[in-house]
T-cell receptor, first 117, second 113 residues
Framework: AQSVTQPDIHITVSEGASLELRCNYS??????LFWYVQSPGQGLQLLLK??????LVQGIKGFEAEFKRSQSSFNLRKPSVHWSDAAEYFC???????????????FGKGTHLIIQP | GAGVSQTPSNKVTEKGKYVELRCDPI?????LYWYRQSLGQGPEFLIY????????DSGLPNDRFFAVRPEGSVSTLKIQRTERGDSAVYLC???????????FGSGTRLTVV
């Protein structure tokens, strides 16, 4: 069965500093990988996704993530955070199937990002 | 519609009652998903529809939970004999092709008292 581990429950970063959120997955082959952001009372917004090809993926809001097969990781990065980035971040893994898409996703427990002024 | 719409946004019900949660996906999206998010947790997959049929219902926790999508658009998640442990935010998502970064609704917060 697939699983996702986000080892950091909370991370505090100063505004303007760089950010890296960790994500490790367990899956037998190359999965589909996603990062979502959730602000209080809001639904999940897709930041970026990896299906195949270039292992460095660019997303919205200045975020990027790098797929490292050897480490089973898909860490999210941003060079300079803004106060508006404070939110809950979820990494998710999906199993590709012959139809070309992922069905149900398995999510990590999330990392709560706090931005210090 | 422009986004995935879920109604109601909040639902409080008594233990043992029956509830229905509605999801109106983005127009034309054939794939529809239900997830449950408990406090402090990530979303947990419940069921996936491709068109009218449930392609994967392996995440439904027990037979008190059931979902339908009779015309391939709107879906209803039905919970019978609700329990306090069912309290959570129920999220719906839709996609034009299975899983290629689907769009989530804002969820229905269900509280069982």
């Amino acid at each position: 069965a697939q699983s996702v581990t986000q080892p950091d429950i909370h991370i505090t970063v100063s505004e303007g500093a760089s950010l890296e959120l960790r994500c490790n997955y367990s899956y037998g082959a190359t999965p589909y990988l996603f990062w979502y952001v959730q602000s209080p009372g809001q639904g999940l917004q897709l930041l970026l996704k990896y299906f195949s090809g270039d292992t460095l993926v660019q997303g919205i809001k200045g975020f990027e993530a790098e797929f490292k097969r050897s480490q089973s990781s898909f860490n999210l990065r941003k060079p300079s955070v803004h106060w508006s980035d404070a939110a809950e971040y979820f990494c998710a893994v999906g199993a590709p199937y012959s139809g070309g898409g992922a069905d149900g996703l398995t999510f990590g427990k999330g990392t709560h990002l706090i931005i210090q002024p | 519609g422009a986004g995935v719409s879920q109604t109601p946004s909040n639902k409080v019900t008594e233990k043992g009652k029956y509830v229905e949660l509605r999801c109106d996906p983005i127009s034309g999206h054939t794939a529809l998903y239900w997830y449950r998010q408990s406090l402090g947790q990530g979303p947990e997959f419940l069921i996936y529809f491709q068109g009218t049929g449930a392609a994967d219902d392996s995440g439904l926790p027990n037979d008190r939970f059931f979902a339908v999508r009779p015309e391939g658009s709107v879906s209803t998640l039905k919970i019978q004999r609700t329990e306090r442990g069912d309290s959570a935010v129920y999220l719906c998502a839709s996609s034009s092709t299975g899983g290629m970064g689907y769009t989530f609704g804002s969820g229905t917060r269900l509280t069982v008292v």
